[in-house]
Structures are given as structure tokens and as C-alpha cells.
Nanobody, 123 residues
Framework: MQLVESGGCAVQAEGSLRLSCGAS?????RGWFRQAPGKERERVAG??????????FYASSVKGRFTISQDNAKNTVYLQMNSLKPEDTAMYYC??????????????????WGQGTQVTVSS
């Protein structure tokens, strides 16, 4: 399984970006982490699709500004980021898992990880 992220770049505060995470195989769960220099890795958002339902979660720091979605035809998950703030600056990593109970697992336990895409927000 390979994950490929894209969409990161430099943007002004209050701007928007859309990150993409494409996968080479099927997954039940996919999510985004971020890590800024000198800071701990932070879970940003996740999405689970299985058993006829879709579940999403968001970190409190991004709720209302970020939206995670998926395009099943393209096997791609998106993270729409609006009203970006300088504190959103980080390397963003996509993570995924193919286990049916992955929605019960911490994002940090997911099996597959991308290489990351850099988001830089300037004030």
C-alpha cells in the first residue's frame, strides 16, 4: 500500500488549501497528522468508511475550518483547509489502515503512512 500526498504549499493567513491523499489500495480509514518543528505530532482529522456509514473526526484546533472528505472513484481523501492560521504551519502526513476496526484505533496505530506535504502559513 502506498499513500501519496499533495497540495501543500505556502499561503497567506486566512487563505485556503486542499490536501489530497491517494492510495494504491483499499482502506477503511484514512486521516491526517501534522507535525511542526519542535512540536509533537498532532492528529488533525480522520474519516472512516465501512458497514454502510461514514464517520469523521477533527481536532478541536481545526474544527469548523478544516473538512475531510473522500472520492471513492479516485480512491482519494481530501483535507480542505480554510481560514488558515500561522499555527497551522507544519508537515502534514496522511495515514491509512485497511482493518475493519480501524475506526476504533488511534490514528497513530494506522499501518500506512505517506511522505508528507509541507504547509506554510504566513501572517
Amino acid at each position: 500500500m502506498q499513500l501519496v500526498e499533495s497540495g501543500g504549499c505556502a499561503v497567506q493567513a486566512e487563505g485556503s488549501l486542499r490536501l489530497s491523499c491517494g492510495a494504491s489500495g483499499d482502506t477503511y480509514c484514512r486521516g491526517w497528522f501534522r507535525q511542526a518543528p519542535g512540536k509533537e505530532r498532532e492528529r488533525v482529522a480522520g474519516i472512516y468508511s465501512g458497514s454502510g456509514r461514514t464517520l469523521t473526526f477533527y481536532a478541536s484546533s481545526v474544527k469548523g475550518r478544516f473538512t475531510i472528505s473522500q472520492d471513492n472513484a479516485k480512491n482519494t481523501v481530501y483535507l480542505q483547509m480554510n481560514s488558515l492560521k500561522p499555527e497551522d504551519t507544519a508537515m502534514y502526513y496522511c495515514a491509512a489502515d485497511s482493518r475493519r476496526d480501524c475506526h476504533l484505533m488511534p490514528l497513530s496505530k494506522y499501518d500506512y503512512w505517506g511522505q508528507g506535504t509541507q504547509v506554510t502559513v504566513s501572517s
